[in-house]
């Protein structure tokens, strides 16, 4: 455990998001070696700096239960203005599956009723991560 967050770059509140390498860079090592998906939510500020993250659901092998409703609540109470998402898959292949896809459009959409920004959805595997909003996925 000490290890991992020694690799850690540190993500501090008040840092600014660069790019999807910053948070790979971040999240690869304390998520890499996990057995079972975990799904993160970063909240920023109106600056895209951070306020905050924590973790809305940890799942199996293969699958975690997300809901909009949990995920913005949380960025409703700490009056987030966007959020950037980050989860692993165990297999170690960064390919969103479709039901990554699907979610991430019912966010992004819940998200533009709330007025909350989704600026990433990262997907992070074995050495390699996928990110939607690198690849054009967000709409």
Do not use: M
Request: charged share 20%; with cysteine.
């Amino acid at each position: 455990e000490l290890g991992k967050r020694a690799l850690a770059v540190p993500l501090s509140t008040g840092t600014r998001i660069g790019c999807s390498q910053d948070l790979f860079n971040h999240y690869y090592p304390l998520l890499r070696d996990l057995r079972h998906e975990v799904f993160k939510v970063i909240l920023l500020d109106a600056k895209h700096t951070i306020i905050r993250e924590a973790t809305v659901s940890e799942g199996s092998l293969t699958l975690s239960i997300v809901h909009p409703r949990e995920v913005f609540n949380l960025a409703v109470r700490e009056s987030a203005a966007a959020v950037i998402f980050v989860h692993n898959h165990p297999s170690g292949d960064p390919q969103p599956s479709a039901e990554d896809r699907e979610l991430t459009t019912r966010l992004v959409a819940a998200g533009n009723l709330l007025g909350i920004l989704v600026l990433d959805h990262l997907v992070v595997g074995d050495r390699a991560y996928v990110s939607f909003a690198d690849s054009g996925w967000l709409g």
